[in-house]
């Protein structure tokens, strides 16, 4: 009977399941009932099978851990993870680790033993074959089942240890502020180096707001605790570059506001770091949009304006992913920014990255009225005229072509610009191939206007 309770699942995890379940359910629901269901329906409920599916191998590998460390001889443990060896190896002063640990001991910079603290003449490590056929046999009397040596190696080696550290950081965050700033250095660290402790992030839906109760409660704002908000943001930035936090970092009701209010008061790092953040989450489609909808595009626009170098790439980024999305651009255009873009462009300041954000929001009708009353079409021309960048060309060419399609006054212009220098005839001969099709359909558009009026 005492071996039972080693299985039983935690609460936690079975209420998650159940909650990815019924949303499986309602998406699946959708996707047969509905005959002219949207796409990203299938997608989310890919997302969501995958999650469903993480959780139960994490529950299975969690359950047999358990059972091992409870059951398992001394000897057996690793004297860094207290978890059954897998891979059993020798290190120079002659004490046995297990092998991911150990070399994860060696890659933090350390040069000496961890049990006996004695420097290492060389860090050569060697298999351990006596121990490891004794744990064999152990794990075959116990009815257990040892992983793969490579499965082992390419696990990310996270031990009860670092779970507990990082449990310990986090309750820190609500703790003062000497203890709060020392916790949120660390985990921006650990964050930045071990991607196993990005991972721990997904484990509990607590831990996000707990690494944000600083900042959201108030106790410390920007201004008066600037290197704190930092620390927190960057942390931030660190979670959504992994791929399993995306959604729920981005879903996290303090999130996406914090990182705004980072983009408006924090130190140039951290409104860079809060800008790449963006960009990063915004990968996902359901995230664009939820980040759109949160009003993000305007604190990027003003950052975009003020343009600090250290800043531009990332924000022109952000602002580019977020507006692959239609209604993304509405909100773009509203909160001001083809007149930013269009301004740093004629100053010649970043001007590959803004040119490939004109070319996404050249699709909106108001873009392309505001662009043929600002004066972009002579400095467009004269950019493929002299830029040596097929990518600024095509840009170029493609916000002309719509330009071309919907605003007959500018045809004068691009007429002019082709007797006087034949820049969009050359485009059509050597320009990439997306760059030759608009610059032949100008072409043609031009001379049939002009026979037309040779007929008339």
């Not at 000897?75 to 059993?88: G, I, N």
């Not at 003449?121 to 056929?133: A, D, F, K």
């Not at 010649?348 to 909106?364: K, P, Q, T, Y």
């Not at 919907?406 to 002019?416: A, E, G, L, S």
Request: net charge positive.
């Amino acid at each position: 009977m005492a071996k039972t309770g080693v299985f039983e699942s935690d609460p936690m995890v079975m209420t998650k399941a159940m909650e990815l379940k019924k949303e499986l359910q309602k998406l699946v629901r959708n996707i047969v009932d509905d005959e002219d269901y949207r796409t990203e329906l299938i997608d989310q409920a890919r997302e969501t099978l995958f999650a469903l599916k993480e959780l139960k191998v994490k529950r299975r590998s969690s359950s047999l851990k358990l059972r091992e460390t409870v059951l398992c001889p001394e000897e057996f443990k690793c004297p860094l993870s207290k978890e059954l060896m897998r891979d059993p190896v020798v290190l120079a002063t002659g004490q046995t680790y297990d092998r991911p640990f150990i070399q994860k001991w060696l890659k933090a910079g350390n040069r000496t033993c961890p049990l006996t603290q004695q420097v290492l003449s060389h860090t050569i490590l060697t298999p351990n074959l006596l121990i490891r056929e004794m744990i064999s046999q152990w794990c075959k009397s116990q009815g257990l089942k040892l992983p793969d040596l490579a499965q082992h190696v390419n696990e990310e080696g996270i031990t009860e240890a670092d779970r507990d550290h990082f449990l310990s950081l986090l309750e820190k965050m609500s703790l003062t502020l000497p203890e709060q700033k020392d916790a949120a250095r660390e985990l921006r660290l650990l964050t930045k180096r071990m991607p196993s402790f990005r991972a721990l992030f997904s484990e509990s839906p607590e831990a996000i707001p707990q690494l944000l109760r600083p900042l959201s409660e108030g106790k410390s704002g920007s201004s008066m605790y600037p290197d704190l908000q930092e620390d927190i943001i960057t942390t931030l930035l660190n979670l959504s570059i992994h791929d399993n936090n995306k959604k729920l970092v981005a879903e996290t009701p303090m999130v996406i506001p914090l990182l705004m209010e980072a983009l408006r008061s924090g130190s140039i790092e951290t409104r860079t770091n809060a800008a790449a953040a963006l960009f990063t989450l915004s990968a996902l489609d359901s995230n664009k949009t939820l980040i759109g909808k949160s009003g993000a595009l305007k604190p990027l626009i003003d950052l975009l304006e003020e343009g600090h170098p250290s800043a531009m790439k990332d924000v022109a980024s952000a602002i580019f992913n977020l507006c692959i999305i239609h209604e993304n651009k509405a909100r773009a255009v509203r909160d001001g920014a083809l007149k930013v873009i269009l301004t740093k462009i004629m100053n010649g300041m970043h001007v590959d990255e803004l040119l490939a954000i004109l070319a996404v929001l050249a699709s909106h009708q108001k873009v392309v009225e505001e662009l043929g009353d600002s004066g972009a079409v002579p400095c467009l021309l004269r950019i493929i005229r002299e830029s040596t960048c097929d990518r600024n060309k095509e840009n170029c060419i493609a916000i002309l072509h719509t330009i071309c399609l919907n605003d007959r006054t500018k045809w004068k212009v691009m007429r002019d610009e082709e007797s006087s220098y034949g820049t969009i005839s050359k485009l059509a001969r050597h320009g990439t191939s997306r760059a030759k099709r608009k610059a032949n359909g100008i072409l043609e558009r031009l001379n049939r206007a002009v026979n037309l009026t040779h007929t008339a």
